[in-house]
């Protein structure tokens, strides 16, 4: 029987990974390693005594971490943000000679353990890192995608993600990713130009892209992400790789920028702006007035600038009065441009639906958890023999990927099945 350590394993998308690990991996056992042991135990409490078990771990305690992850057969990385959390993981793994894998997203995360790739193949295990919908899921879309050229000239990657209605038995949570919003929203970040790295201002050049309804058009921003860490070391060659981000509906780009601006600047701790943002998500009305300037004055610069418009500025006020009335959406989007038989091809696939509520619609943490359990099913049957640490593009069959999405979770070849164009 595998062991599978879950590091965070009382988070929101951990939960979804473990469900999804025991549907596809029958012949497994979960440890749901968390620093707050008793919501663990709760969630243990959800399986089997023989299928789940809690267990407390600090993962800046590296004796307590080694001691968790001993004898199992692989790690699952779920707490975040991966710029502070995945290094000592994948320590621990080297140490103990067990296979990792993870949601990274950032991509000082990604820089730093790619950097690590010889140690861990000298090591013996495998380290997959990005296995989420973005990156993850995107990035094997990309190398599906890349497959169909004899060149790659570019790549874009790009998400819309929103606040997750609640569902009943659900916590809100999410720290690690409003931490990752904000910290992506502050400074610079790298994208690829001319085959080169640069840095542009993060969060701040917008593009607008054509999703499915019920999306359609939307504005999403160049913002640093792991893709751009990885991309280029498995696709050579590749000039151009932008990777983009919006928050559905559209006033919440202006909320997380005007909040990383007030971090930025140094008037208030992340912390306290995480903890701000987490009682905004909960409907409640927390106490900073650095941060409510912040935030009003990041959905006025949106307006001002014409990223918003009226009618979206009128639901940002219906919001901080209590009535929320735009229904979050989430999407994705890869296009591919290149070359075959000499012509200049675009290769594209997107999809776009309602986030959560009372349909049953998918969540970010069902779409981000669910490809985690399928990479890590590939990972323990030996469908990737790569050692080292990798990205999925770099190791995972496409087919077989999208094969297992299809048994995990409501999702069909046809969701994100590819559309070609000529270039003129």
Same mark, same amino acid.
């Given at each position: %029987?595998?062991?599978?350590?879950?590091?965070?394993?009382?988070?929101?998308?951990?939960? &979804?990974?473990?469900?999804?690990?025991?549907?596809?991996?029958?012949?497994?056992?979960?440890?749901?390693?968390?620093?707050?042991?008793?919501?663990?135990?709760? &969630?243990?409490?959800?399986? #089997?005594?023989?299928?789940?078990?809690?267990?407390?771990?600090?993962?800046?305690?590296?004796?307590?971490?080694?001691?968790?992850?001993?004898?199992?057969?692989?790690?699952?990385?779920?707490?975040?943000?991966?710029?502070?959390?995945?290094?000592?993981?994948?320590?621990?793994? %080297?140490?103990?000679?067990? #296979?990792?894998?993870?949601?990274g997203d950032d991509e000082e995360s990604a820089l730093e353990l790619l950097a690590m790739h010889e140690k861990a193949r000298?090591?013996?295990?495998?380290?997959?890192?990005?296995?989420?919908?973005?990156?993850?899921?995107?990035? &094997?879309?990309?190398?599906?995608?890349?497959?169909?050229?004899?060149? &790659?000239?570019?790549? #874009?990657?790009?998400?819309?993600?929103?606040?997750?209605?609640?569902?009943?038995?659900?916590?809100?949570?999410?720290?690690?990713?409003?931490?990752?919003?904000?910290?992506?929203? %502050?400074?610079?970040?790298?994208?690829?130009?001319?085959?080169?790295?640069?840095?542009?201002?993060?969060?701040?050049?917008?593009?607008d892209l054509e999703f499915p309804q019920p999306l359609g058009t939307c504005r999403l921003f160049e913002l640093g992400h792991a893709e751009v860490a990885t991309m280029p070391r498995y696709f050579p060659g590749v000039k151009t790789v932008r990777t983009m981000g919006s928050l559905?509906?559209?006033?919440?780009?202006?909320?997380?920028?005007?909040?990383?601006?007030v971090v930025d600047r140094g008037k208030v701790e992340m912390k306290d702006a995480v903890t701000f943002l987490l009682a905004l998500d909960r409907g409640e009305n927390p106490r900073g007035l650095r941060l409510y300037m912040g935030v009003l004055g990041g959905v006025l610069a949106q307006l001002l600038r014409r990223e918003l418009k009226a009618r979206d500025f009128f639901s940002f006020l219906g919001e901080v009065a209590g009535k929320r009335s735009q229904r979050s959406i989430g999407a994705v989007l890869v296009a591919v441009e290149g070359v075959k038989d000499g012509r200049m091809l675009r290769i594209q696939a997107s999809h776009a639906d309602y986030q959560g509520g009372s349909e049953g619609n998918l969540d970010m943490d069902d779409w981000t958890g669910t490809p985690l359990a399928v990479f890590a099913s590939m990972l323990l049957d030996g469908s990737i023999e790569e050692k080292g640490v990798m990205a999925p593009e770099a190791c995972v069959d496409p087919a077989e990927f999208t094969r297992r999405m299809t048994v995990a979770m409501p999702i069909t070849e046809e969701a994100i099945g590819l559309e070609i164009k000529e270039l003129a």
């Amino acid at each position: %029987m595998y062991r599978i350590t879950i590091i965070g394993g009382a988070g929101d998308m951990a939960q &979804v990974a473990a469900g999804a690990f025991v549907s596809l991996i029958p012949d497994c056992r979960l440890v749901l390693a968390d620093y707050n042991r008793e919501k663990a135990e709760k &969630v243990a409490g959800n399986y #089997d005594p023989s299928r789940a078990e809690a267990a407390f771990v600090d993962i800046y305690d590296p004796d307590v971490l080694r001691e968790v992850i001993r004898g199992s057969d692989l790690v699952a990385n779920c707490t975040g943000p991966y710029y502070r959390t995945g290094r000592p993981v994948v320590e621990a793994c %080297m140490h103990e000679k067990v #296979d990792y894998i993870d949601l990274g997203d950032d991509e000082e995360s990604a820089l730093e353990l790619l950097a690590m790739h010889e140690k861990a193949r000298e090591a013996g295990i495998t380290a997959l890192i990005c296995c989420g919908v973005a990156p993850g899921l995107v990035n &094997v879309i990309a190398r599906e995608c890349a497959q169909q050229l004899d060149e &790659v000239d570019s790549i #874009d990657l790009a998400w819309v993600t929103g606040s997750t209605p609640p569902k009943e038995g659900k916590e809100k949570g999410g720290a690690a990713v409003f931490e990752h919003m904000v910290h992506a929203c %502050m400074g610079k970040c790298g994208t690829i130009r001319d085959g080169k790295r640069v840095e542009i201002p993060s969060f701040r050049i917008g593009h607008d892209l054509e999703f499915p309804q019920p999306l359609g058009t939307c504005r999403l921003f160049e913002l640093g992400h792991a893709e751009v860490a990885t991309m280029p070391r498995y696709f050579p060659g590749v000039k151009t790789v932008r990777t983009m981000g919006s928050l559905y509906p559209p006033y919440f780009n202006g909320v997380f920028r005007g909040i990383a601006g007030v971090v930025d600047r140094g008037k208030v701790e992340m912390k306290d702006a995480v903890t701000f943002l987490l009682a905004l998500d909960r409907g409640e009305n927390p106490r900073g007035l650095r941060l409510y300037m912040g935030v009003l004055g990041g959905v006025l610069a949106q307006l001002l600038r014409r990223e918003l418009k009226a009618r979206d500025f009128f639901s940002f006020l219906g919001e901080v009065a209590g009535k929320r009335s735009q229904r979050s959406i989430g999407a994705v989007l890869v296009a591919v441009e290149g070359v075959k038989d000499g012509r200049m091809l675009r290769i594209q696939a997107s999809h776009a639906d309602y986030q959560g509520g009372s349909e049953g619609n998918l969540d970010m943490d069902d779409w981000t958890g669910t490809p985690l359990a399928v990479f890590a099913s590939m990972l323990l049957d030996g469908s990737i023999e790569e050692k080292g640490v990798m990205a999925p593009e770099a190791c995972v069959d496409p087919a077989e990927f999208t094969r297992r999405m299809t048994v995990a979770m409501p999702i069909t070849e046809e969701a994100i099945g590819l559309e070609i164009k000529e270039l003129a």
